[in-house]
């Protein structure tokens, strides 16, 4: 591998967050299309990404010019939480990367409440019956009221949060039922995982799993095992479980094992030699950020060091492989893929692999600022 330096890298990412500012304008990158993002207002799942970059890049250089282009953002998220504007499980990632940080950083009361609305919002999908969380789709919908994925623990970070922000427990109850149940049916026999599973939503009964971005059903969605590494070593923190992190650990050696020597993850482990070999820096970068996580939570010193050595490996990488440096250019993190099956955006820019590859290099550089866990709290 080249001689990197992290430092410098970092400093280069957030230049280039500063000149993407007056690009997007009012909008939010979307997909990516060669050098370029295709812009939407914000009106999709996407858009906090953005924003974290935002906020990470104030942290990191202390300029006002990156506080007050997210804090300007504030008032949009407000608005699409009051119309319920594309509104599914994924408000966590959309009001942890606004609110949320807005609120660690600034300490912005309307900020704070805005987070705390939408976690209402999120446990509002909550179905008893199967104790999980309603991913896609309106809540009487007869397929996906059934429908929950393993994306979701992601999103599980701010029902702790709001918890642990308000003294009302009812956040994490449900926060922690999810995960459990998570755990029990999306976690499959050699530590792989099904991206979304079913169930009955009368009953709560569960009926099976199932692809949405993967190649197959029971294939290795790359991307939804690296949210759920992250995301159970997330709620090891916050429910201080050790179940939830050994799952974590399990999932995380099982990525390792699965990567080539290019260690660029393709966008699904199971992908036959005659099929799409597409890569997904994407899902190198989530679970970079997923083992610096786990380095902090596993009590074995040995274990800590390996994980923490494998996520800057990780890191490094993906800077030598898939930084983006041209100038014209508006993502930092190339070959990225959105939906290989359908074609959409594979290979491009997406604006969670830029936020977590930033996010892995500001952990990497010994400066650690944590939107999701207790650590920076
Ligand atoms: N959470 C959707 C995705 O990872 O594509």
């Known amino acids: 591998m080249q001689d990197i330096s992290i430092e410098a890298t970092l400093q280069q990412a957030i230049e280039q967050v500063r000149i993407n500012i007056p690009r997007f304008g009012d909008q939010y990158p979307h997909n990516g299309d060669g050098k370029v993002y295709v812009l939407r207002d914000n009106d999709h799942w996407m858009t906090s990404f953005w924003v974290g970059e935002l ?25 699409r939480l009051t119309h319920r504007i594309h509104e599914d499980h994924d408000l966590g990632f959309l009001y942890t990367l606004s609110a949320r940080a807005e609120w660690q ?34 809540l009487n919908d007869p397929v996906e009221g059934g429908r929950m994925i393993v994306d979701c623990l992601m999103n599980l970070p701010l029902l702790f949060w709001a918890s642990h922000e308000t003294g009302d427990p009812k956040y994490a109850e449900i926060a922690a039922k999810h995960a459990r149940t998570t755990r029990r049916y999306q976690v499959r026999e050699g530590d792989t995982t099904y991206h979304t599973f079913f169930f009955n939503q009368d009953t709560g009964e569960p009926i099976g799993g199932k692809t949405a971005q993967g190649y197959a059903d029971d294939s290795l969605w790359t991307r939804g095992q690296a949210w ?16 939830m992190l050994d799952t974590s650990i399990r999932l995380a050696e099982r990525f390792w094992a699965e990567l080539s020597s290019d260690l660029v993850p393709l966008w699904d482990f199971r992908v036959p030699p005659d099929g799409p070999q597409k890569r997904d820096s994407s899902a190198g970068a ?65 604006p969670f692999g830029d936020y977590y590859y930033l996010e892995s290099l500001v952990t990497m550089a010994g400066k650690p600022i944590d939107f999701w866990g207790k650590a920076s709290l």
């Open 105 to 138: 950083l600034t300490h912005d009361p309307v900020a704070r409440q805005l987070a705390i609305t939408a976690a209402d919002h999120l446990i509002e999908r909550f179905h008893p019956k199967g104790e999980y969380i309603q991913a896609w789709g309106a």
């Open 55 to 79: 906020w990470l890049s104030y942290a990191i250089s202390q300029d006002e010019t990156f506080r007050r282009e997210a804090e300007r953002r504030l008032p949009s998220f407000e608005y």
């Open 286 to 350: 989530i679970t970079a950020c997923g083992m610096f996580k786990l380095a902090t939570l596993v009590s074995d010193s040995a274990l800590a060091a390996s994980f923490r050595e494998r996520a800057e490996k990780l890191t490094l990488r993906l800077t030598e492989a898939c930084f983006e440096t041209a100038p014209d250019a508006q993502g930092l993190l190339r070959d990225s893929s959105y939906n290989v099956k359908n074609g959409n955006a594979v290979e491009q820019f997406m």
């Open 228 to 243: 759920a590494i992250y995301g159970f070593a997330l709620a090891a923190e916050w429910m201080n479980d050790r179940e």
